[in-house]
């Protein structure tokens, strides 16, 4: 169960405060009556006995299985309170259950839904806000089922990122491994012999040795330094940019970003607050803030988009979808459009990835064999 603090006074009428536990802040009021106390104050807190419950943004997954969940508890006929009630009992994750239980909380205390998810801190802006559309407009149902189907398509996005880059992250790993393994162990073995020629080695095999040389010296301060590296990637959030995936993250950011729009939309989201809470799903976030304050200005949202650099078969179907009265439909086709050109590119980089990957690989090896065996052929040339 939660956690309520409250001020008020007791029987003496001395000043009071403290924390109780109870179902909602009704339940904590009624306990406090009980005891004698007169109520001034009751409000939620995550503070326990055991310390403090620090709250995260759940990931999409957990977003998708709680909008999917509630959506069939209401269209089952169950009053909201009731299918959270359901939903905190059901819960197992020891995330996922204190904020189910907050949520239950806030809503029987008296708080409208989308209140209670805002101040829960564990959901995205995108889904209390258009919670607070359907609760208005009567629609939560639909809008909770399309706030799934929003964290879904952002979730499979995600997803075919990463399968992409898994094989030549692999790969790389892979012959990384074989290369290093080849300098720092046989290599310095083999040119223990070559020392003893007194004769001036071949470029390739000098090169092979100075890269030995190095890579025993400093391999280990190269590996401290990417694991370091890693370390301030994963605390800042930063990730790593392949260069040649910069085109199809940038067809999958503007999918998202459309889609996640067109929602908005449907729900009864303005256009320019659309456009600000949908910026934060793209690395460029300004350039969508930019088209929100151009609209808000007065100016159409194709021009706004021509504005900040889009490409004009994008801009055209917006143009078309506004002049219309249908801008959510365009918006859907424009984000369709875009992940059928993403998942065409990842194809082919799937495609081509690994024939460069192992042409890689054995470049590297044949270039080490024929640095250590060209010194001993022309030692076998000068025996004869």
Known sequence: MPYFSYSGYDSKGKSTKGTIEAGSSIQAVDRLTERG?????????????????????????????????????????????????IMS????????????????????????????????????????????????????????NEAADEFKLEDDLR?????????????AVVGIGVVSFMLTYVVPKISELFEDMNQTLPLPTRILIGMSDFLS???????????????????????????????????????????????????????????????????????????????????????ALEKIGMQEETVAVVRVGEMGGDLAGALTNVSQQSREIAQSRMEKLSTLMEPIMVLTLGVSVGFIVLAILTPVFDLAGIVK
């Open 37 to 85: 106390i007169v109520v001034v104050d009751v409000k939620l807190t995550e503070e326990k006995k055991g310390g403090k419950v620090k709250i995260k943004l759940l990931p999409l997954e957990q977003h998708i299985f709680f909008c999917r969940s509630l959506a069939s508890y209401l269209k089952s006929g169950l009053p909201l309170a009731d299918s959270l009630r």
């Open 89 to 144: 009992k059901q819960a197992r994750d020891k995330v996922m259950k204190p904020v189910m239980e907050k949520i239950l909380a806030e809503v029987e205390g008296g708080r409208k839904f989308h209140t209670a998810l805002s101040e829960s801190g564990a959901f995205r802006e995108s889904l209390w806000r258009v919670a607070e559309s359907g609760e208005q407009s009567g629609t939560l149902i639909s809008v909770l």
């Open 159 to 171: 997803r075919k990122i990463r399968g992409a880059m898994t094989y030549p992250i692999v790969m």
């Open 217 to 303: 010296n400093y391999g280990l301060w190269i590996l401290l330094a990417f694991g370091i590296l890693l370390l301030y990637m994963r605390k800042t959030g930063k990730k790593f940019n392949m260069p040649f995936m910069k085109g199809i993250r940038g067809q999958l950011t503007l999918a998202l970003v459309m889609s996640h729009i067109s929602t908005l939309l449907r729900s009864g989201i303005p256009l320019v607050q659309a456009l600000r809470m949908a910026s934060s799903m793209d690395s460029s976030s300004q350039r969508w803030l930019d088209a929100a304050e151009m609209v808000k200005a007065g100016h159409r949202f194709d021009k």
